[in-house]
């Protein structure tokens, strides 16, 4: 069955760092370029990061550009998104799918709220 599993959200002070995780079963994921999303409360779904499949390329939403890196562990089946520096701005619900083609089953997205 394939899922896709975030975890690794929190509260967090502005200024503060978190490292999310997803992971990947059912599927293989280096066959896949995969990306981080969020959903901010009342915004639509945004792209904030995305990652080729073995992890040569990366690319950044200009909002958390210099703040935030993508990687991936294919041999943990893990894709990661390192957040330093994190404003109030980045408040949402973060996901994590596949970059092109029809999205994989959505999975319940982790909690990162920045609040003082």
């Known amino acids: 069955q394939l899922q896709l599993v975030e975890s690794g959200g929190g509260l967090v002070q502005p200024g503060g760092s978190l490292r999310l995780s997803c992971t990947a079963s059912g599927f293989t994921l280096d066959d896949y370029a995969m990306s981080w999303y969020r959903q901010g409360p009342g915004k639509e779904r945004e792209l904030v990061a995305d990652i080729s499949s073995l992890g040569s390329s990366t690319n950044y939403a200009d909002s958390v550009k210099g703040r935030f890196t993508i990687s991936r562990d294919n041999a943990k089946s893990t894709v990661y998104l390192q957040m330093n520096s994190l404003k109030v701005e980045d408040t949402a619900v973060y996901y994590c799918?596949?970059?092109?083609?029809?999205?994989?089953?959505w999975g319940q997205g982790t909690q990162v709220t920045v609040s003082s």
């Open positions: 799918n596949r970059l092109r083609g029809r999205p994989f089953d």
